[in-house]
Every structure is written in structure tokens, then in C-alpha cells.
């Protein structure tokens, strides 16, 4: 990934409801997220892995949610909410 891509990575934590709704957003920096990438089983890419989680959307998982919560103590899950971290490229 080049250097203007990797600036203007953007990443988030949503909460989905059973109707697929995005129902709680949380936005991530950089920092929170390279404290919890390694808790991810993060996908191949033709580049190598996922090393900024920014291919794909990563479920975080009950089992999870502590280890993310530890890291990242200003978070919040709320109960019945499926959530997923993912990242993007503002432009």
C-alpha cells in the first residue's frame, strides 16, 4: 500500500441490527486499530495480509469483544447488535 493511500485510511466499528441496519457506528484511528488487528484472522490479499484491515469486514465476535474492549476501553457493544470493524480509503 503507498504512502497516500495508508494516510487516508478511515476505519470503523458498526453495530447491525437483524434487519442489516447500521445501528451504532464508532469511528477508529490508526492507533486503536493497530491495537486490536492482531485479534483478527486478518484475509489474504494479492499483496500479502490484510495488515490494516482494510480488505474485507471483520466480525468481532462475542469472544472477542473483551480482548477489543481491553485495547480499546472507550468502546461500547450493545446487546443484540452483530458488529464488524472495517476499513476504507476516504478520498
Given amino acids: 500500500m503507498n504512502d497516500t493511500t ?3 485510511l478511515v476505519w470503523e466499528l458498526t ?6 441496519h ?8 490508526r492507533e486503536e486499530i493497530m491495537g486490536i ?3 483478527f ?3 489474504p490479499t494479492p499483496t500479502g495480509t490484510d495488515e ?13 469483544q473483551l ?11 450493545r446487546s443484540g447488535l452483530d ?5 476504507s480509503v476516504r478520498s
Avoid: K, M, N, Q
Fill in 6 to 8: 495508508s494516510d487516508r
Fill in 15 to 20: 453495530g447491525w441490527d437483524t434487519d442489516e
Fill in 22 to 29: 447500521p445501528v451504532h457506528v464508532t469511528e477508529l484511528s
Fill in 37 to 39: 488487528r492482531d485479534l
Fill in 41 to 43: 484472522d486478518r484475509r
Fill in 52 to 64: 490494516w484491515l482494510a480488505c474485507a469486514a471483520y466480525e468481532v465476535t462475542h469472544d472477542v
Fill in 67 to 77: 480482548h477489543v474492549l481491553a485495547a480499546v476501553p472507550r468502546l461500547e457493544f
Fill in 83 to 87: 458488529y464488524f470493524v472495517e476499513g
